[in-house]
């Protein structure tokens, strides 16, 4: 028994003189790491370009409440438009001026085309079809020139389900995504010669719409109305937050929807500025934070520390000498990696929120102004 353990002890004895034999420079090969993997943070320190913001004209004329991202027109196409105002009917001088009007509306602004009463016809044993024809004839995405082209073949027909149609554009509207704060909002334009003639409640429809939250502005045009129906088109656009417009007859309507669309060509040119404005402010601070991990990720801690587990796991499986520093070098690639924890997030998050905060408070001030215009 006591011959063993003076044999293990000899054993224990040559194993340590082996390892002190064949001992490692610890330091040199710390340094190697650092070598390959510096640690250079104090390069990373990234400022923000400056910026200039470009001056936005405020639309003069106060059209809608809210800007336009998507535009309805919806024309009026029942019996009525075949009265005659001059030498030709009032479906003629619609469909002609509606035509002009889409010419110069923005590319940006999304236009759909929905026709109402356009079915059966004005006659009783056609009143139940026409009273039901509400239809989006052009959805937002269709090429202006095919709502033109759908526009000219328009005729005359039925009857007026101003209450119809309005819910039918509610419906319409609310397949739309939902709008997030300071999204642009859908904007009806309603021309329309008469007043409700299927038993609807055009002004219940138009509360309906709102209370139902639907993000929109109704905007109507009545062309060549008696009193009672203006004041029943009044009474649809002050509910849905829009303008009534009123248009005795071929000059009228032509200037009154000339004045809309120098309005919304206005107002589409006021937001594409802010856009480009709030942009403007976005990109200089992205910038900087690309410029700012992109420089943390060339001198990452963590790449030497984890170069190094790496390193010493295939060290210790293979049983070489460089095992002997796994310990030590280990605890010490921790404590110098330690007071770079939270680095980049410390240096990043104002990066992130302050442009947040000045493109927040730059729309603001945007919108202020627009509800300052006289």
Not at 22 to 48: G, K, N, T
Not at 209 to 233: E, P, S, Y
Not at 259 to 274: H, L, M, P, S
Request: net charge negative.
């Amino acid at each position: 028994m006591r011959t063993v353990l003076i044999f293990t002890s000899l054993v224990s004895i040559s194993t340590f003189a082996n390892a002190q034999e064949s001992s490692v420079d610890c330091d040199a090969l710390y340094q190697r790491f650092v070598d390959e993997y510096p640690i250079d943070l104090a390069s990373c320190d990234v400022s923000v370009a400056p910026y200039t913001l470009d001056e936005c004209p405020v639309p003069q004329t106060k059209i809608t409440k809210r800007p336009t991202s998507h535009m309805i027109l919806a024309i009026d196409a029942s019996g009525s438009m075949a009265g005659k105002l001059g030498k030709d009917t009032k479906m003629n001088i619609a469909k002609r001026e509606a035509i002009s009007f889409l010419n110069d509306i923005p590319n940006e602004v999304n236009v759909g085309l929905v026709v109402y009463g356009h079915q059966g016809n004005n006659q009783d044993d056609g009143k139940a079809l026409s009273c039901s024809a509400s239809e989006m004839v052009h959805g937002f995405k269709s090429r202006r020139s095919k709502i033109k082209d759908s526009i000219a073949d328009l005729s005359p027909n039925g009857w007026t389900p101003l209450g119809g149609v309005l819910e039918f554009i509610g419906n319409e509207l609310a397949q739309l995504s939902p709008p997030k704060d300071g999204d642009l909002a859908p904007v009806v334009y309603l021309i329309s010669d008469g007043k409700e003639t299927c038993g609807g409640d055009p002004v219940g429809a138009a509360t309906a719409l709102v209370d139902a939250g639907i993000n929109t502005i109704v905007n109507t045009i009545g062309f060549d109305v008696d009193d009672a129906t203006a004041t029943q088109l009044q009474a649809i656009s002050d509910t849905a937050g829009g303008t009534y417009f009123a248009a005795k007859d071929a000059n009228a309507l032509r200037n009154q929807l000339n004045a809309i669309k120098d309005a919304e060509a206005q107002q589409a040119r006021f937001n594409y500025c802010t856009h480009l404005n709030a942009g403007r402010i976005g990109v200089v601070y992205h910038n900087a934070y690309v410029s700012l991990a992109g420089c943390y990720k060339r001198n990452d801690p963590s790449a030497r520390q984890v170069a190094m587990i790496h390193y010493f796991n295939k060290a210790t499986k293979e049983n070489a000498p460089e095992a002997a520093c796994a310990d030590v070098l280990s605890q010490r690639i921790k404590d110098e990696v330690k007071p770079y924890r939270g680095w980049l997030k410390q240096r990043s998050t104002p990066l992130i929120e302050e442009p947040k905060k000045l493109i927040s408070d730059y729309r603001a001030e945007m919108k202020q102004q627009l509800e300052n215009r006289e």
